[in-house]
């Protein structure tokens, strides 16, 4: 089996899977019984917040932990929303978001909240100066990932953030769900309020994640009751879902560390391949993301690609896995202006740690069948 869709989710890890285990097994008290099984439960809860914080270099209580990605966009924008309304009802955002945070906006604009979508260059990426220009006295936040989830291109973070730096009362979040482990990028250097993360992209389980909040930032919180997580998130903890996130961020951040070319190197080697292909037109520019490829194939509808490559146990995508239900063409796509023709045909490649070169040269080889077939 080749699997290439790791943007979509990735395999758990076995230590990752064992983490989970032990801790359902022997620290199963709540974390807020005050009985030695509660308090040994409370002890890990603040060792994982502690571990996080380590890992992302910031306070351990500025960590909250969630059930993913969505539920974190959604705390951190509707969060900010309902905190400082009375300071201004402008957010900003950018065209090619995830569904989590485009979704939430449009909510909010029912709600009275006034959103500006701002559009992307042809390489994907959001100008400072656009959201310099839509800049307004009442702009509560700006919303811009890191990575893109289907162009795999990186965003100017550090350049947003030194232009929020002097604004109060904007703050400024990051969904950083797929550059986590493979792009690096420091959130106290860069001025970031808000950041999102979700253990199933780096190896770690569904259902878990977490929100960094800024310590001077006030949050409304999405969940009411007993005021768990610095009262942030009410509701039991998920203790042995947080640890195991918090074992597959110290992983994956070692891999980075010491394996952070492997996966470049799976890129330059699978837009070699596809070179040859007259066919394929690449639409992830150079020196973006390395683990996201995604590439156009004219005339072949991609669907009928990807099911060919199923039956011969290859796993790609289409475009995110949270929109592929959706009609055809690909709303990031059709945002960089691509002629419709690659805007729905396109096909994403996303790579981890654990793939190898001659899992790209047989991609390649079987690919090149089933288009040869496709023609005849």
């Keep these: 089996m080749i699997y290439f869709d790791n943007s979509a989710t990735t395999k758990p890890l076995q230590e990752v899977l064992e983490s989970f285990h032990t801790v359902s097994e022997s620290y199963y008290g709540n974390a807020s019984s005050v009985h030695r099984l509660g308090l040994e439960a409370s002890r890990i809860l603040r060792k994982a917040h502690e571990q996080a914080g380590l890992l992302l270099n910031v306070n351990p209580e500025e960590i909250i932990f969630t059930s993913g990605g969505t539920e974190g966009n ?7 929303a309902y905190a400082y309304q009375s300071r201004g009802k402008h957010i900003i955002t950018s065209k090619i978001e995830h569904p989590s945070v485009l979704v939430a906006c449009e909510f909010l604009a029912t709600q009275g909240f006034e959103i500006t979508y701002l559009p992307v260059d042809q390489t994907g990426v959001v100008k400072v100066d656009d959201i310099k220009a839509a800049l307004r006295e009442d702009t509560i936040l700006v919303s811009i990932m890191h990575v893109n989830n289907e162009l795999g291109t990186i965003q100017p973070i550090k350049e947003i953030g030194a232009l929020l730096s002097d604004r109060r009362y904007t703050f400024f979040h990051v969904d950083d769900v797929q550059g986590f482990g493979k792009v690096k990028l420091e959130l106290k250097d860069n001025g970031i309020d808000l950041y999102t993360l979700s253990g199933h992209k780096i190896h770690g389980l569904k259902g878990t994640g977490l929100l960094y909040v800024k310590k001077q930032v006030r949050l409304a919180p999405l969940f009411h009751g007993g005021g768990q997580q610095f009262e942030r998130r009410s509701g039991t903890e ?17 891999y980075h560390l010491h394996h952070a070319e492997h996966i470049q190197q799976l890129n330059n080697k699978l837009r070699l391949e596809l070179s040859h292909f007259p066919e394929v037109v690449i639409n992830t520019i150079e020196d973006q993301a390395p683990h996201i490829l995604n590439f156009s194939i004219p005339g072949f509808k991609p669907e009928v690609i990807l099911h060919a490559l199923t039956e011969r146990n290859i796993f ?6 949270c929109s592929s239900k959706k009609p055809d063409e690909s709303a990031v796509l059709s945002a960089i202006q691509l002629p419709r023709a690659q805007s729905t045909s396109a096909i994403r490649v996303s790579f981890s740690y654990h793939n190898n070169e001659g899992e790209v040269e047989l991609f390649a080889r079987v690919l090149k069948k089933i288009l040869k077939d496709l023609k005849k």
Excluded at 244 to 250: C, G, N
Aim: aromatic share 0%; proline share 3%; hydrophobic share 50%.
């Design 316 to 321: 790609v995508s289409t475009k995110s896995a």
């Design 238 to 254: 998920n203790l042995p879902g947080i640890v195991s996130l918090v074992k597959a961020m110290r992983v994956v951040t070692e």
């Design 74 to 80: 959604n705390l951190a924008i509707k969060g900010i």
